[in-house]
């Protein structure tokens, strides 16, 4: 493997270049994005989940509500909530910069986020069941997710149609992530037919489908074609084969319709794939830079290796989830491996960079971002670990328990480095 010359850095490091006086206009657009997304993630998100964990395991009291329900509360704000807002962020303000295209208008992007933001408010109308108009509420969230959704896809594949630069293979990652957002908000409509009339939980196989195309098409999807296009520069990594790439496409595509569908291939599919990306991403293969990799870099490189380590782990363990009489722990173990592992530490080590790059902030800690991504993983391995032991061994509802309040503790490290980073950037456009 030969170094990498300095033409290809300086085109790599141009796409991640500082924000122009009218990209700053967008600032508090992208800042809206940010909060909710995190906002989201420690009330419904982490904070919701902790707390059914520590009930689960040592028998911290819950509200009145329906188990089933809150679980599915949890994971929905997590993966919409936390995840969906985060990547509709980030995606509005670095898409055009990948095209070298217009941005969209500011009130596209704001409708998009409404909608969605809107649906995900009405949704915990779910856990009461006794609430006046419950089913037109819960009507008007399904509805609602997936009209932001559909305007998120607009804007997304109409900005990686245009621009002026030449169109690259990771860009297909993408559109087929924006694809996959609407097809997962028409699943999560679906779902919520029993609810409509008096029920407490969504229709399970709806919603199976429902996470699948969110978490392994729009989100996972979303992620790995960003990591394709910044691992040259972000962590000294080869540029990738786009005709590998191009099959990589197609390979994830199918395997996530199959899971969608609920066909145990797809996995299978998906952790073939996922194997080919992590060669081509290069976070484990020996750097192509030649100087000394500085620390941002690094820490960079520390989550690409954890996060895609746990996207391969957590398939696998959906591959064997659906394999006829295996556990339920296997899937559930694969999810949040997935999740939690893959995208919450690569949320850190890539945000670390995106954040101020579509802020035009200060860099977020090194260290801060080294913490949250050393304890986004101690939470990863005991919620998967001990998901898989069960709670019945000694200790193991203790480790499960703790869980919880690491991933809370690791997300709040990240989100006030992150803050402190949109902090500098608002202070700068002010002044």
């Known amino acids: 493997m030969t170094p990498i010359d300095a033409r290809t850095l300086i085109r790599a490091r141009a796409s991640m270049a500082l924000?122009?006086?009218d990209q700053r206009r967008s600032l508090?657009?992208?800042?809206?994005f940010l909060a909710s997304s995190f906002a989201f993630a420690i009330t419904a998100g982490f904070g919701l989940g902790t707390w059914l964990l520590l009930h689960a395991t040592i028998g911290v009291p819950l509200p009145e509500a329906t188990w089933s329900a809150l679980v599915q509360v949890h994971g929905h704000a997590q993966l919409v909530g936390f995840a969906g807002l985060l990547v509709m962020g980030i995606a509005h303000r670095i898409f055009p910069?990948?095209?070298?295209?217009?941005?969209p208008t500011t009130r596209e992007v704001v409708l998009a986020y409404g909608l969605v933001a809107g649906g995900l408010l009405l949704r915990p109308a779910q856990i009461w069941t006794d609430l006046p108009a419950r089913d037109a509420l819960l009507m008007a969230s399904g509805a609602a997710e997936l009209a932001g959704m559909l305007v998120y896809a607009r804007?997304?594949?109409?900005?990686?149609?245009?621009?002026?630069n030449a169109h690259r293979a990771d860009e297909l990652f993408i559109g087929a992530g924006a694809v996959f957002g609407v097809i997962g908000a028409m699943w999560g409509l679906v779902a919520l037919a029993p609810t409509l009339t008096g029920g407490a939980t969504l229709d399970p196989d709806p919603d199976r489908a429902h996470i699948a195309a969110l978490l392994l098409g729009f989100v996972s999807a979303h992620v790995i074609g960003v990591s394709l296009r910044v691992a040259?520069?972000?962590?000294a990594a080869p540029p990738a084969s786009d005709r590998v790439i191009v099959g990589a496409v197609i390979a994830w595509a199918a395997g996530v319709t199959l899971a969608t569908l609920g066909e145990p291939l797809g996995p299978v599919v998906l952790l073939g794939t996922a194997l080919v990306l992590v060669r081509?991403?290069?976070?484990?293969?020996?750097?192509?830079?030649?100087?000394?990799v500085p620390a941002p870099a690094r820490v960079v490189r520390l989550a690409f290796r954890g996060a895609y380590a746990w996207l391969v782990a957590g398939i696998a363990l959906l591959a064997a989830g659906a394999i006829p009489g295996?556990?339920?722990g296997s899937e559930v173990a694969g999810r949040h491996a997935i999740a939690l592992g893959f995208l919450t530490q690569i949320v850190f080590g890539v945000g670390s960079r995106l954040i101020p790059a579509v802020t035009g902030g200060r860099a977020p800690s090194v260290a801060a971002v080294r913490a949250a991504i050393v304890l986004a993983n101690v939470a990863a391995a005991l919620r998967v670990v001990f998901e898989l032991v069960g709670p019945n061994v000694t200790g193991a509802a203790i480790a499960l328990a703790a869980s919880g309040p690491v991933a809370l503790a690791a997300l709040s490290v990240f989100g006030m480095a992150a803050a402190h980073s949109v902090r500098s950037a608002l202070r700068s456009a002010i002044a």
């Open 232 to 235: 040259p520069a972000f962590i």
């Open 280 to 292: 081509v991403i290069g976070p484990f293969g020996r750097s192509v830079a030649v100087r000394d």
């Open 155 to 164: 804007l997304a594949i109409r900005t990686l149609a245009g621009g002026t």
């Open 28 to 32: 508090l657009v992208t800042v809206l």
């Open 19 to 21: 924000p122009t006086t």
């Open 326 to 328: 295996m556990p339920l």
């Open 97 to 103: 910069r990948f095209r070298g295209a217009d941005e």
